[in-house]
């Protein structure tokens, strides 16, 4: 019988002081979960479903500058950067292969991870994925608009006749920006991507448990390197892994848009859950049932 697994690890790995917990059984199916954000952290994901989860190898990952990893040491940061901690710590592990679980801006990371190494990923889960920022950026700020009775207005065309010569346009940012005038960042996403005040507490709870907070650093050094114009939709033509989505039918900030691109453009296989953006909050069973049919059939 095989030792039960139940470590915690502050690594430094590619240039970074990288936290990570690995739990269960290591002759089971390997699991990386990656949390979304940018910026958040792996915690409520283990607290909040992680018993559920105890028939795999799981590993909780918090990605650079987020959770309980180190402090975040660059004024920009990229997608690239954290395929390449994750390529780190899977080679820390010693997995063979895995299933990278993204969720939200993490399923970026799982998704680019088995375009770059799709030798050593099973298959590919995303949760609630966002993969074209600018369409996101758009959701928000027509969701201001209409929880706050304004009129909605898309400053695409506005950006584009004012551009100057060799400028790029920032359609994205200058669409999150104007939702965050109309409606607090925080308020509109709760709006957006909890089915009820009750889930939104219970990760809340977690959260003020946990003593974490979402690294706004991460935050900005994404913004600084141009997050909110970033598309990933074609590349998405490339992944040789086979694809899943696992999507709460209450989230407006990733169903049924971002979603689409998925089952488009890769043949993703895509199961819609009565959920909001954490699913593991709405539909536990639904979710873990999804995960099994996915992963052990």
């Known amino acids: 019988m095989s030792e039960w697994l139940d470590e915690s690890y502050f690594e430094y790995l590619n240039g970074v002081d990288l936290y990570f917990e690995q739990v269960g059984d290591p002759m089971n199916p390997a699991i990386i979960y990656l949390h979304g954000g940018p910026g958040y952290n792996s915690s409520s994901f283990r607290d909040l479903i ?9 590993v909780y990952l918090d990605q650079r500058g987020s959770g309980r990893s180190g402090e975040l ?13 994750l390529e780190a710590v899977r080679d820390f592990l010693g997995l063979e292969t895995f299933t990278p679980l993204g969720h939200g801006f993490g399923a970026l990371i799982a998704l680019e991870y088995g375009r770059r190494y799709p030798q050593h990923v099973q298959k590919i889960i995303t949760v609630n994925p966002w993969i074209h920022m600018p369409e996101l950026a758009l959701e928000l700020l027509k969701a201001a608009a209409e929880y706050t009775g304004k009129p909605f207005e898309d400053p695409r065309a506005e950006i584009l006749q004012n551009l100057k010569e060799d400028e790029y346009p920032l359609v994205g ?20 991507q909890f089915k009820d005040m009750q889930s939104r507490m219970r990760l809340e709870f977690s959260d003020v448990e946990a003593q974490l907070l979402g690294s706004g650093e991460v935050q900005e050094a994404f913004v600084r390197a141009g997050m909110w114009e970033f598309e990933y939709p074609g590349f998405l033509v490339e992944q040789e892994c086979p694809i899943f989505a696992l999507v709460g039918q209450h989230d407006r900030t990733s169903y049924p848009d971002q979603v689409q691109w998925l089952e488009d453009l ?11 953006h954490y699913p593991w909050l709405d539909a536990p069973e639904d979710f873990v049932d999804a995960l099994d049919r996915i992963l052990l059939d």
Not at 50 to 58: I, S
Not at 173 to 192: I, K, P
């Open 50 to 58: 992680g018993e559920d989860l105890m028939h795999y190898q799981m």
């Open 173 to 192: 940012a200058v669409r999150v920006e104007r939702a965050f005038e109309l409606l607090n960042a925080r308020d509109l996403l709760n709006h957006m």
């Open 73 to 85: 040491k660059q004024d920009t940061l990229l997608i690239d950067d954290l395929v390449e901690d």
């Open 266 to 276: 890769a043949g993703a296989e895509i199961t819609v859950l009565d959920a909001g």
